[in-house]
């Protein structure tokens, strides 16, 4: 045993021996060093500094930098739980015919060491031959110029190194640990280890109930975006936990209650089916949860990913419909001499840049929330929690500001509002602190077309009589918010003609201190909007493929799994009576069975989380919840495709295997 290069060559020769555990393997290591590398590449090259947004691109390409490391120990280990446990065998025998631990400890580091060295440089090969056709997908999504040329990432390379020469060590050292825990006559008879009848564990079944109850709960309750970001993490711990909990007591005593029905139970198609997935049930139930998990991982990531990428247009109209939109605080009296001022600046100065206004909407409004307490609007400082479902957003405007937006002529008393409301309605008469008010009219549509947007789930635009009731509301505010309450601000809205380059200099030029306010450029917020959304749905398809890679991997080692545990039961089955159509007939309900309960319940999770999801979304801005059921049913559509191939595939493996050697 100590001739040179003896256990490299068998190391090497065992490797080829079980190409089918390792090739699955070191495929799924490759893709994942490919993927990590890809994504340094991103994150550290000079092109992506130069762009509009580099910093919340640079953060989300983090984000995805550590998701991917972190899955990817996670999934390597797992594909070396399952090689493990299928050569217990082998290496009990190994040590019985005398090879001694330290000796075998010495075959698993050449065998590490060569699949890690092997992975590492394909992983790094693939990586760096894709990442410049990854970078052109990524900048077509943002909307960004595209530079040819050809460059490799030294920093990739040593973080992908470092990072996979570390997981596959932690790796080894699990094995190596686990082998010097183990007895020799252990490793031999390990292959009957777990045939003992799984008992129905009635308190994790009521706890998976308890806690998927609970998570389904806290979906559908919240009522505002900033509760359901607040939330949601809770909520995907609870459906994990009430997942596994159900999948691992749920399905046993599922399966229990079958058997006891014996004109169900005594057929030869579901006797062999339902006997089968009994005896290993507790280790099946964790990997049909594992699927299930990564199966509603993907169709979230995607869905979503997509969806705030197809609807980023609809929120740049959202959060600036014009060219340019100008807001000047004032301090609520005296504002037209002001406002009439800053108007004319406004002109004189896009006059001399050589540009025209197009259209312009000029007026001035107030904005603040308060709470709703029976019908008064409180206004009280630490009150307004505007994650609450009686906070409310408030926007006013004069009825001259209505008249001259809408081309209408209503006259109001000063106790009158006309009011639209995106939300809860407020009621018929309210007060907002002491002034009172009834409302006239509920208006269909906010007057307003500019960028009102509140994390609130309610927003009032309410038109009140003239600016001394504007004013009287501007005092109440000022009493209760002191230092923090908003101004009385005048809002300029307009297009502009020429290029967008033009329009970008004529706003550069308004925004360069000569007039003191807020400024957005539709045209330089386009720009960190595609780097925003663009760089969130690259994140989304790139998880979105990893957790796909994790799911097929889980699916494929366990129906090999499967069928060599299956391999004898099926034989003796066969020899005391049951045909070939029988025996096939019972594969496919058990792998049925395996197979699409997982994707039935991920599209459960999925219904269950709709309302917190839409919730989220408006986080970005982006209601549009058609969008996100057509982005849903077709990421569901696709997924499922590609889950029937899988289906179809791993059925063959599994009948072979189960055929094999009768």
């Given amino acids: 045993m100590r001739k040179s290069g003896f256990y490299p060559n068998l190391a090497l020769t065992n490797i080829l021996r079980s190409g089918q555990f390792y090739l699955p393997y070191f495929l799924t290591c490759a893709a994942t060093i490919a993927m990590f590398y890809i994504l340094c590449f991103l994150t550290y090259n000079d092109m992506i500094d130069t762009m509009p947004g580099a910093q919340n691109l640079q953060v989300i390409l983090y984000l995805g930098c550590i998701v991917v490391g972190l899955f990817s120990l996670v999934i390597i280990s797992y594909s070396n739980s399952f090689i493990m446990k299928r050569r217990r065998r082998e290496l009990g025998l190994y040590n019985i015919l005398g090879m001694e631990k330290r000796h075998i400890a010495r075959l698993l580091c050449c065998e590490s060491a060569l699949l890690g060295i092997v992975s590492i440089l394909c992983g790094l090969t693939i990586g760096i031959l894709l990442s410049k056709l990854i970078l052109l997908l990524l900048l077509k999504l943002l909307h960004f110029t595209v530079k040819m040329g050809f460059s490799v990432s030294t920093t990739g390379i040593f973080v992908t190194t470092l990072l996979f020469a570390a997981i596959f060590l932690l790796v080894l050292l699990k094995n190596l640990f686990q082998v010097r825990l183990s007895k020799p006559v252990e490793l031999l008879h390990s292959s009957a280890v777990g045939e003992r009848e799984p008992k129905t564990k009635w308190i994790v079944a009521i706890l998976g109930l308890l806690t998927l109850g609970g998570g389904y709960t806290i ?128 002109k004189t100065i896009v006059a001399k840049e050589g540009r025209t206004i197009a259209s312009m909407q000029a007026y001035h409004r107030l904005q603040f929330g308060a709470q709703l307490n029976g019908d008064t609007l409180v206004m009280r400082p630490g009150r307004s929690d505007d994650s609450a479902d009686d906070y409310h957003s408030l926007f006013f405007i004069t009825a ?57 789930s309610n927003v009032q635009c309410l038109v009140v009589a003239n600016d001394a009731v504007l004013n009287k509301i501007y005092q109440a505010q000022k009493t209760a918010y002191g230092d923090y309450a908003t101004s009385i601000r005048y809002e300029m809205d ?145 997924f499922g495709v590609i889950y029937a191939l899988v289906y179809w595939v791993t059925a063959r493996t599994y009948y072979k295997i189960v055929r094999a050697h009768r």
């Fill in 219 to 346: 979906a559908n309750v919240v009522r505002s975006p900033l509760q359901a970001l607040l939330l949601f993490f809770l909520a995907v711990i609870l459906v994990i936990i009430g997942t596994y909990c159900l999948f691992t007591a749920g399905s046993i005593a599922l399966l229990k209650r079958l058997r006891a029905n014996k004109n169900y139970y005594y057929k030869a198609k579901h006797f062999t089916a339902i006997s089968g997935l009994l005896y290993r049930m507790k280790q099946n139930a964790v990997g049909l949860a594992s699927i299930c998990i990564l199966s509603t991982m993907v169709l979230v990531t995607v869905s979503t990913t997509v969806c705030l990428y197809l609807g980023s247009n609809q929120v740049l109209d959202l959060r600036c419909p014009t060219d340019i939109a100008i807001a000047i605080d004032l301090n609520g009296e005296g504002h037209k001499t002001t406002a009439d001022a800053a108007q004319t600046k406004v």
């Fill in 400 to 456: 001259e500001t209505y008249n001259q937006l809408t081309g209408k002529h209503t006259a109001l008393a000063e106790d009158e509002v006309l009011c639209n409301a995106l939300g809860t309605e407020l009621p018929e008469h309210f007060s907002v602190e002491e002034l009172d008010f009834t409302i006239k009219q509920r208006l269909d549509a906010s007057p307003v077309e500019n960028s009102v947007f509140s994390y609130s």
């Fill in 494 to 638: 307009f297009n502009l003609d020429g290029s967008d380059a033009e329009k970008i200099q004529c706003y550069q030029r308004l925004n360069d201190g000569s007039i003191l306010g807020t400024f957005r450029s539709r045209q330089e917020m386009s720009a960190d909007f595609y780097t925003f959304y663009g760089g969130f749905l690259f994140l989304g398809l790139f998880l979105g493929l990893l957790f796909l890679i994790a799911t097929v991997l889980i699916i494929y080692y366990k129906q090999i799994s499967e069928g060599y545990e299956d391999q004898r039961r099926f034989e003796i089955m066969q020899k005391v009576g049951m045909s070939e159509k029988e025996v096939r007939r019972s594969v496919q309900q058990q792998i049925l069975l395996v197979f699409f309960l997982p994707l039935i319940m991920a599209g459960i999770h999925i219904l269950a989380a709709f309302n917190m999801i839409t919730r989220l979304l408006a986080v970005f801005a982006l209601t549009n919840v058609q969008l996100f059921i057509l982005c849903t049913a077709s990421t569901l559509l696709i």
